[in-house]
């Protein structure tokens, strides 16, 4: 399928691609806070849909599949904006819509099939099977963390190209565990499919790294999985998504037993993903210095300062940021906060280090039909980034 590319005009002058995207992810997280704060406020689910349990099963998922379609339709404009306008150096504008209804299309799907467990599970046990529901749905998500990038993006498994390998191997890694995803996207950087690193999901794009910082960023992926710091980020995550939707229940005082329940459950999340969005960052970037830290002291800083200089160049391309902004928005640190601590740090992992709590927070909300994990800054309107999102 394929659509005339969508031009953006140029960027107002003083305004960079970084800055750009940055707006336009406040723009539209803003936009899905404000209206699910008034869909709360107003109460609109409970006067719009039933509360009952008695509802019959098709009727309520079919008023739950509707409203989550008009989401997505709600959100296009800035998809559009993101995906297809506001990008650099793409070759895949043309099909663009092709993979943005493919994208949006798997995410209802993930949606219905959780909303669908949760009515079904609150209404033969109540809200605590829905929450335990809840859990396991993070749990499979967070498992399938690779295929699901894969099915949402359409990206082949290409063969392991020698350069990796070669990489890999000095990096200490089996090789055997290796997943090369063949992605257009620059910003697509993989990453560990599973609760355990068992599965490492590289973009072939990584074979254009010069060899010492390409082994410099194996290695990093190696040293996230054997020191647990991987595991925590996923663990914390669900931790996190799951005290939310607890609380979320609490305070509502809905049953996802009903269509409006699971509505208005959804919007409570949104809330509640968004708070994340503004606290989990600060972890986040702990874990990616450790990480920075205990990669050169293992093979030195000039060949992990290569591999964080032009990974940066494919994501944000911001080489200075301010400390403001980093600490609200960001979680990953700027490359220059980065490379000025190469030098600095002690090499080691603590055990409070969770690697990308915060975006594995963001992809594991879908399974409370929360739409905020696809409209922050460094995915929206990207379906190869929604499963696995940029990152170090």
Do not use: K
């Amino acid at each position: 399928m394929t659509i005339p590319s969508l031009s953006a005009p140029p960027l107002p002058r003083g305004l960079t691609y970084a800055r750009a995207r940055l707006f336009l992810g406040i723009s539209g997280v803003g936009s899905a806070v404000l209206l699910t704060a008034a869909m709360l406020y107003f109460r609109v689910p409970s006067r719009g849909l039933s509360l009952s349990a008695a509802e019959p099963l098709a009727r309520a998922i079919l008023s739950v599949g509707l409203l989550c379609a008009f989401s997505q339709i709600a959100f296009a404009v800035f998809d559009v904006i993101g995906g297809s306008s506001l990008v650099r150096r793409q070759p895949w504008r043309d099909p663009w819509l092709a993979r943005w209804l493919r994208g949006v299309s798997v995410q209802w799907v993930v949606w219905m099939l959780a909303a669908t467990a949760l009515m079904l599970a609150a209404r033969a046990a109540g809200n605590s099977a829905a929450v335990a529901v809840f859990v396991v749905v993070q749990f499979l998500l967070a498992v399938w963390r690779g295929r699901m990038a894969r099915v949402i993006a359409h990206l082949p498994i290409v063969p392991t190209p020698a350069r990796i390998a070669r990489a890999a191997a000095q990096a200490g890694l089996d090789v055997s565990r290796l997943q090369v995803l063949d992605c257009p996207d620059e910003g697509f950087v993989g990453g560990w499919s599973g609760l355990t690193a068992r599965t490492l999901v590289v973009p072939a794009r990584w074979a254009q790294l010069p060899e010492p910082a390409l082994a410099a960023m194996l290695l990093r992926r190696r040293i996230a999985g054997t020191s647990g710091a991987h595991t925590r980020g996923v663990i914390g995550a669900i931790g996190w998504n799951t005290l939310g939707f607890v609380l979320s229940l609490t305070l509502t005082g809905v049953s996802p037993a009903s269509s409006a329940g699971v509505i208005t459950l959804a919007a409570a999340m949104t809330l509640w993903a968004f708070l994340g969005v503004l606290l989990l960052p600060t972890p986040s970037r702990a874990a990616v210095f450790a990480l920075d830290a205990a990669a050169t002291a293992s093979v030195g800083a000039d060949p992990v300062r290569a591999g964080i200089e032009r990974l940066d160049e494919w994501q944000d391309d911001e080489p200075v940021r301010s400390a403001g902004v980093e600490t609200v928005f960001h979680p990953v640190p700027g490359r220059s906060a980065r490379i000025a601590r190469l030098a600095g740090d002690a090499g080691a992992v603590r055990p409070w280090h969770a690697h990308h709590v915060a975006r594995h927070a963001l992809w594991l909300s879908w399974g409370a039909c929360s739409p905020l994990s696809r409209a922050v800054h460094c995915n929206v309107g990207r379906p190869a980034l929604w499963a696995m999102l940029p990152g170090d």
